[in-house]
């Protein structure tokens, strides 16, 4: 018998009270009885009887309470509550009171009702719990997770602690830990289909894709007909490129449900990876009619919409980007968001960082346009990077981000939205071959003296980048794929940053990598290095974008559906001159990308020969620093 058979069971039994309960304590005691099983009314009787009999009796006044709260009379609740509470402080009574209080809304109340219990009694795991409650309601989420941790040390089998602490770890994105809580949770009640649902995506979100299989099964096997759960299914065989079976479970979702956004959004994903764009459009078309404000879908259709070219529908559609689940932070400034409709001539406008580093260093192209338009320019950039854009062209104030210190600024604009806002379109691309500030000299003389005499080509490598990007599986690759390469006739240097365990130990094998990573203490330094080598090659990371604005040679290499920047079918760029891309075929395998680049890199290395002046430290490529510097 599970706990709903229990319950149902309970509530059918009809308690008759006996001419034994005549004193307020059994009157009391059989009310509560009464309680458990429905008999709402009865329980009343029995409270009244008590209270007749003993009108200050504490117990009797706590049961009308629970007999009000029943009836959802909150107020009621309270009242009696109360009553009982003057009389004697017994952590139970305030237990129901700051339930009802919560009922009633009045949180603050409720959540001091709990802690005074608490105080009284530490160890009642209902009590925390109940607190828990509260603090979720209240937007306390930490806190809220160390009153649960408390109810489950005290009662390590309170199943609804359990999984609502599972549920809010979840939510907050910690996944490991609900992990540990569903399972918890899972012990104490197994074979739940709602549990089998949450934590197969919980699993999905921490790369464990065959135990969210397992978990889809099984809930598929308690509910085939929940529509959510074969779109999950599907989205972890797309995640392996297993096409058809991705599509059989996409199918099957929307056989059950054929007007779910998500479900033809990951549908269109799919078709997207196959390179099969006309059908993917369709079926955003189809996910944007039934939903026009998806943000996910809005998010997904501008992002391929870009990839096929495609910008003027791309660049409005990113701006859906706030409200997708992709990781960013709307600021909310009071003052208004400039998209290029409005003059800034004489105004002061603010340009801030809102996404990865790459992006930022692909999208500072636009700034020097920006003071163009006779702005005053503040640039706000992640601190990594900050010391990097000092001295940027056209801009007259930088702060890193976080700065306690805001200078006064008249309006504001997302690096990310400045392509919308110049109206950006394939042809008109702004491409400079260099346009971040030039590299100290000093510094580029101090790479000169650790790389020693260059009488041979330096290449620079990098591959892998984020390890907890999405789409890093598709991006990064082992270091030891790169092996043949290794035995051209070139210096090596490992412009890679926090290598993976895998990798630390290959590279110091490999004699002919010169590990420098100690000495890569920020971006500065990492141009300074690049300005001194004659290639880099890397997979798609921040790197490439430095590389690529620094104006100095690269070579990217790239998953057959790359990021849409990279566009399809061209082995150059419009946005980095100096770009070279080497790109994977359907296949999505990276050794034949390997193979091509051999093949390149041994004709490039055949035709190179040193000059005299590489005996001197070059200066970086760079765009000439005529505007005012920036300030820190």
């Known amino acids: 018998m599970n706990r709903h058979q229990r319950r149902t069971a309970a509530k059918s039994a009809k308690i008759t009270p006996g001419p034994h309960a005549t004193t307020p304590a ?24 008590a209270l007749t009999q003993e009108p200050d009796y504490a117990d009797a006044m706590h049961l009308m309470g629970i007999v ?8 009621h609740a309270v009242e009696w509550i109360a009553l009982a509470l003057r009389q004697v402080p017994k952590p139970e009574y305030l237990l129901s009171l700051g339930n009802a209080l919560q009922q009633l809304g009045r949180l603050d109340e409720a959540l001091k009702a709990y802690d005074r219990g608490v105080m009284f009694k530490p160890e009642d795991a209902e009590l925390w719990k109940s607190m828990g409650n509260v603090l979720i309601k209240m937007e306390r989420s930490d806190e809220a997770v160390l009153s649960f941790q408390h109810a489950l040390k005290f009662n390590p089998r309170h199943l609804e602690a359990a999984s609502t602490c599972a549920q809010l770890l979840f939510n907050l994105k910690r996944y490991d830990e609900a992990l540990a809580l569903f399972n918890q949770s899972d012990e104490i009640e197994p074979g739940r289909v709602g549990l089998f649902q949450v934590r197969g995506i919980c699993f999905e979100q921490t790369m464990r894709f065959e135990e969210a299989l397992a978990d889809y099964n099984r809930a598929l ?38 007007k779910q956004p998500t479900t033809l959004t990951n549908k269109a994903l799919a078709l997207v990876e196959q ?47 706030w409200k997708a689940n992709v990781g960013l932070i709307e600021r909310n400034f009071t003052q208004p968001l400039w998209l290029g409709q409005e003059s800034i001539a004489g105004k002061t ?18 700034v020097p346009m920006v003071a163009a338009l006779g702005a005053r320019v503040i640039l706000e950039v992640p601190g990594a990077i900050h010391s990097l854009m000092l001295g940027m062209s056209g801009v007259t104030h930088g702060v890193p981000r976080g ?39 000093a510094l580029c003389e101090e790479w000169q003296s650790r790389l020693g005499p260059h009488d041979r080509f330096r ?9 907890v990007h999405k789409n890093d599986h598709n991006r990064s690759i082992a270091l030891q794929a790169l092996s043949p390469i290794l035995d051209l006739d070139a210096t090596f240097v490992s412009l890679q940053k926090d290598p993976r365990d895998q990798d630390m130990v290959f590279l110091r094998e490999r004699a002919e990598i010169l590990d420098v990573s100690e000495h890569l203490t920020d971006f500065v330094a990492t141009a300074a290095l690049i300005s001194c080598l004659d290639l880099v090659i890397t997979v798609d990371t921040s790197v490439a974008h430095l590389v690529g604005a620094l104006g100095c040679p690269v070579w990217i290499m790239l998953p057959f559906t790359p990021d849409y920047r990279w566009l399809l079918d061209r082995d150059d760029s419009p946005w980095y001159p100096t770009a070279r891309l080497f790109r994977q075929t359907e296949t999505r395998d990276y050794a034949p990308v390997i193979d091509r680049i051999r093949t390149e890199l041994q004709n490039l290395i055949g035709a190179w020969r040193p000059t005299p002046e590489m005996a001197e430290a070059p200066l970086a490529a760079s765009a000439s620093p005529d505007e005012p510097a920036l300030t820190s």
């Open 349 to 366: 406008i603010l340009l801030h960082a809102d996404e990865g580093l790459g992006d930022v260093l692909h999208f500072a192209r636009y």
């Open 26 to 49: 059994a009157l009391c005691e059989l009310g509560f009885s009464l309680l458990q099983v429905g008999q709402v009314a009865e329980a009343e009787g029995c409270s009244r009887q």
């Open 68 to 75: 009000a709260f029943h009836n959802r009379q909150y107020d």
């Open 403 to 441: 700065f306690p210190m805001m200078p006064a600024f008249d309006v504001h604009c997302p690096l990310s939205s400045l392509p919308l806002a110049f109206r950006t379109r394939l042809e008109t691309i702004p491409a400079p071959v260099a346009y971040l500030p030039a590299v100290p000299q």
């Open 275 to 321: 390179h099969r764009f006309d059908e993917a459009f369709v079926l955003y078309a189809k996910a944007l009619a039934i939903d026009p404000d998806n943000p996910s879908t809005r998010w997904n259709f501008a992002m391929h919409k870009l990839l096929t070219g495609d910008f003027e529908t791309g660049w409005a559609g990113r701006e859906a980007r």
């Open 221 to 258: 096997q308690l509910d085939p007909r929940h529509a959510e759960t074969h779109c999950n299914v599907g989205v972890v065989h797309l995640r392996f490129f297993r096409f058809d079976e991705a599509h059989a479970c996409f199918d099957r979702s929307l056989k059950l449900n054929p």
């Open 459 to 467: 290449v620079g490598l990098v591959w892998s980048g984020n390890r």
